[in-house]
């Protein structure tokens, strides 16, 4: 039944039942949650609270029997082990206003057992703290309704966090208990494993003690480590500079570039290596050569019937054929600019399935750091699809 806006009565008005059963009897009913849920327009006020100045231990203590809200201001630590005057569903809000502690026992003998708390363990209400109790008539027990109130950075520091709080199933190895105790595990490292130690431990029952000073067949004294520099952070002997793992093709029977490993470092000093995988699908020559950067040292000629001037080459079988090859570059320095040598191998079983040569150069390398290793690629007359795959380059350490 819904609230009813009271009536204004008029001076001479007959006043029937039906107006009062509105006005009195169903709002009553109303105000009271006889009929459903009672909603408040604005904020609800208590205004019966009580103060207590109660210290030390008290047992089963009175509330005054209209007191909603009461504020604690003792001028030390108290315990309260129950709370007198419960009755089913009565909320009482308990803060502390004071500076020191107030403590709520949990199921203590000391107060009667329908006055006592049924808590998960002592509560501590620190200063600026509170709780709502709701008493339990079913069990005859106060039952914590709702909490608050900050908790201190240096309660986790120290180890003082309410009981309450953090409960005390835990056992004394644990590292920090609810019963406001810190504790260090209570083991350390296995005893059942070998450790190599320069001092005996109690701790331990399998460990290898070596000393600062080795004896025995040890002998001497600890040596400090080399390390060699090839292992030391220095450059290794093989680098790889880069490469190109995506396939290209072509079936032009024009020379073109075909695959490139790009953003290289390569000193005109150092010597270089490079392998790739190459294919051919159909008749006809298929030829791969070398540009450096931007010099086409070796073009690929597709009329190169002999294969002797690429990197790779493929004969006129009407077949899909498939290869490598492993190609090699010396310092370029003066007078050795055209000194580079490879081998191939197809699966080409009529021709030309393994060479091992000098390809024919058409220009000199250059003597410049080398940033990109070129793959051209080119068919004859009879358009085969030319592939290159798998590029890889690795430069070489000159000293």
Known sequence: M???????????????????????????????????????????????DETSTLTGSQNNVVLAANSVIFRWNGASTATFTGLASGVDGRLVVIVNVAASNLVLNDEDALSTAANRFALTGNLTLRPDQGVMLEYDSTSSRWRVAASGGPIDASDILSGTIA?????????????????QTYAAPATGAPDSADYLVGTAQGGLSAEIVVGATPGGELGGTWAAPTVDTIHSGSAH?????????????TTSTSAVDLLTASTLTIAATEPFIFVANTRKSGGGIAVCNLKLNATVVAEAVGSDAGGTQALSHFSTTN????????????????????????????????????????????????TVEITDVIIRGIGDVNAPTVGCDELHVYSLAAS
């Open 2 to 48: 819904a609230w009813t806006a009271p009536r204004t009565y008029t001076t001479g008005e007959i006043v029937t039942a039906a107006i009062l059963n509105t006005d009195v009897r169903d709002n009553l009913r109303y105000l009271k949650g006889l009929d459903g849920r009672t909603d408040f327009e604005s904020a609800v006020a208590f205004i019966t």
């Open 319 to 366: 077949a899909a054929l498939s290869g490598s090859f492993f190609a090699s570059i010396g310092p370029r320095v003066t007078s050795y600019l055209r000194s580079g040598a490879s081998t191939y191998r197809t699966s080409d079983t009529t021709a030309h399935t393994e060479k091992s040569h000098r390809w024919m150069q058409t220009a000199d390398m250059p």
């Open 237 to 249: 002997a093989v680098t790889r500079e880069g490469g190109s793992t995506t396939e290209a093709t």
């Open 163 to 179: 009981t309450a709080r953090l409960g005390t199933g835990a056992t004394a190895s644990n590292f920090l208990r609810g019963d």
